[in-house]
């Protein structure tokens, strides 16, 4: 069997010049696997780079026809867009993609199992070099029928190069995650362990937007509690469920500060950019009108967003406070003097409560606890002990407060110094040699 090759598709060199990020290269066996309609996708990365293989292993239909998979330069799109049972937007375009591993190993071998046919065959970097026209490749199959192995394939990327830069397993965890974000029937395995995303929680910005100049996008731009400490702020831009560029903020972070740009993600699927993707998938096209159109469009966007941050950010404690609907009503029903008690706590405390500035449920918690310390002295020594507190007990105890009642943390402290006092005296009971 010999390859059939579009001879356009030699401009786009197979190789370390097309692949330039290690991501870029497990990113195309994971579209591959998509595209088979894998539910299941395990990969295995080598301890020792220079001595291993690199493994990929899915469960999807396996190679139905050698003929088509030796036939390169051939958009398959041109035939169908989405995957015949599970309905899935086609990654693969021209089959390049098959030949990533090159960039960092010397022989990739292909194990494949498609309804009760084995199909076993590798391709020789060398062999390549060796023939200017790679349609005089001979592709040496070994085809085993009648076995009971399930479908899937299985792509070994052999003879690795020592000097390749390869980034650490939780690195290749986050690019995989950022490539192709969580699918429900779609799961990611390195070296065993589930590739999981880390949920950002936060206000919620729906993108649906269709426009002349770049097409139909769709997704959501989060603005977080606070950082997060998986991934990096920004968005991600992707075509086919498949990331192309990001997390980038795209040069707001020289107008905002890094308080402010830290809280901002989002994921965007821009699937009319795809005819705009660089051939290696690692960016688009940037002087291209469409791209820049789509640019400066999300970059107003975050803009906008993240000066209601600012805004927010600069939100006057005290006199949110104060306009509470429930304070109101609760403060109303204090005599004269307690109430002016009551704005001399709000006053004292409110400083405190920057920290929590953002989840409007958790200071109007904090407004009754100060209600509470106006009418009884035990709430007093609590919101004493919150002037001097570190950020963190303020936001833990705003949080406790949603789930116990008042009562129920006056008990369980009183228990917890109780035990604390017996658990003191035995201690000076057994320090003491007597």
């Known amino acids: 069997m010999k390859f059939s090759f579009d001879p356009r598709i030699i401009t786009e060199v197979i190789g370390k010049g097309n692949y330039t990020e290690f991501r870029s290269i ?14 299941n996708i395990y990969i295995t990365i080598p301890e ?9 292993k899915d469960d999807g239909t396996g190679i139905k026809d050698i003929n088509s998979f030796v036939k390169i330069g051939y958009n398959v799109q041109m035939d169908n867009i989405y995957t015949s049972s599970f309905r899935r937007n086609i990654i693969g375009r021209k089959g390049i993609g098959r030949f990533a591993g090159f960039a960092c190993s010397r022989e990739i071998s292909y194990q494949s199992y498609n309804n009760g046919t084995e199909m076993e065959f590798s391709f020789d970097r060398s062999e390549f070099l060796k023939h200017e ?3 005089e490749i001979e592709i040496k199959e070994k085809i085993t029928q009648n076995t009971n192995f399930p479908n899937g394939t299985i792509v070994s990327l052999n003879f690795l190069d020592g000097s390749y830069s390869i980034p650490s397993l939780n690195q290749i965890e986050r690019d995989i995650l950022l490539d192709f974000g969580i699918v429900d029937d779609f799961k990611i395995f390195l070296n065993g362990k589930l590739c999981e995303y880390e949920d950002i929680e936060g206000r919620v910005y729906q993108i649906d937007k269709v426009s002349e100049d770049f097409g139909e996008i769709k997704g959501q731009i989060i603005i977080s509690k606070g950082k997060s400490k998986k991934l990096q702020p920004g ?15 795209f040069g707001i972070e020289d107008t905002f500060s890094s308080k402010i740009t830290n809280r901002i993600y989002g994921d965007i699927t821009a699937n ?3 005819d705009i993707i660089s051939s290696g998938r690692e960016a688009f096209i940037q002087h291209d009108e469409k791209y820049k159109s789509l640019v400066q469009y999300l970059k107003d966007q975050l803009c906008e967003i993240a000066q209601s941050i600012k805004d927010d950010a600069e939100i006057n404690i005290e006199e949110y406070i ?5 304070f109101q009503r609760r403060i109303e029903k204090l005599p004269k003097h307690l109430q002016d008690t009551c704005k001399q706590y709000v006053h004292q405390i409110a400083p405190r409560l920057q920290r929590i500035r953002h989840d409007r449920g958790l200071i109007e918690i904090i407004s009754i606890l100060i209600i509470r310390a106006t009418e009884n002295s035990d709430f007093y020594n609590v919101l004493k002990d919150l002037e001097t507190s570190e950020n ?8 406790v407060l949603e789930k116990w009642s008042f009562a129920e943390i006056a008990y369980s402290s009183s ?4 035990r604390i006092t017996v658990l003191n005296h035995f201690a000076s009971i057994i320090n003491n040699d007597a």
Do not use: H
């Open 415 to 418: 228990l917890i110094q109780n």
């Open 392 to 399: 963190m007990d303020i936001s833990t105890l705003a949080k």
């Open 272 to 274: 009319s950019l795809e």
């Open 322 to 326: 104060y306009n509470l609907p429930r």
């Open 26 to 39: 497990i990113s195309e066996y994971i579209a591959n696997a998509w595209d088979a309609e894998a539910c």
């Open 133 to 135: 026209n790679v349609q």
């Open 48 to 56: 020792d780079f220079e001595v291993g293989s690199i493994i990929i």
């Open 235 to 249: 968005l991600i831009i992707r075509v086919k469920n498949r990331r192309v560029e990001g997390p980038v903020l």
